[in-house]
Nanobody, 127 residues
Framework: QVQLMESGGGSVQAGGSLRLSCAYS????????MAWFRQGPGKEREGVAS????????LYVDSVKGRFTISQDNTKNMLYLQMNSLKPEDTAMYYC????????????????????WGQGTGVTISS
């Protein structure tokens, strides 16, 4: 089992920045990919960014490219999402997700590709 806990959400004005953090623990040695998802009011959950062990790569949804950066520090068991130039449409609950080797990938932005989820942290961007 793997446990995930997000932090860092809050309320900022458009154009501002936030950094989300996700602490992971448990059987972390078997994790093969991690991601951030979000679900805005009245919207479906969408993949925002992901990071993969092999081959090493990071992937982003088009709407955040150039503004968000996903990073991982395995020495601290932390996943981050640096969010810059925030827009009101970035308002959402943000979730950390992880997949171990038992979980088949159906695409990085498909929530079924991840078998561990955090509780979420809220982000509100005002105009």
């Amino acid at each position: 089992q793997v446990q995930l806990m997000e932090s860092g959400g809050g309320s900022v004005q458009a154009g501002g920045s936030l950094r989300l953090s996700c602490a992971y623990s448990g059987r972390t040695y078997d994790l093969v990919r991690m991601a951030w998802f979000r679900q805005g009011p009245g919207k479906e959950r969408e993949g925002v960014a992901s990071t993969h062990q092999w081959p090493p790569r990071t992937l982003y949804v088009d709407s955040v490219k150039g503004r968000f950066t996903i990073s991982q520090d395995n020495t601290k068991n932390m996943l981050y999402l640096q969010m810059n130039s925030l827009k009101p449409e970035d308002t959402a609950m943000y979730y950390c997700a992880a997949a171990d080797s038992t979980t088949q990938s159906r695409g990085w932005s498909n929530s079924s590709s991840y078998n561990y989820w955090g509780q979420g942290t809220g982000v509100t961007i005002s105009s």
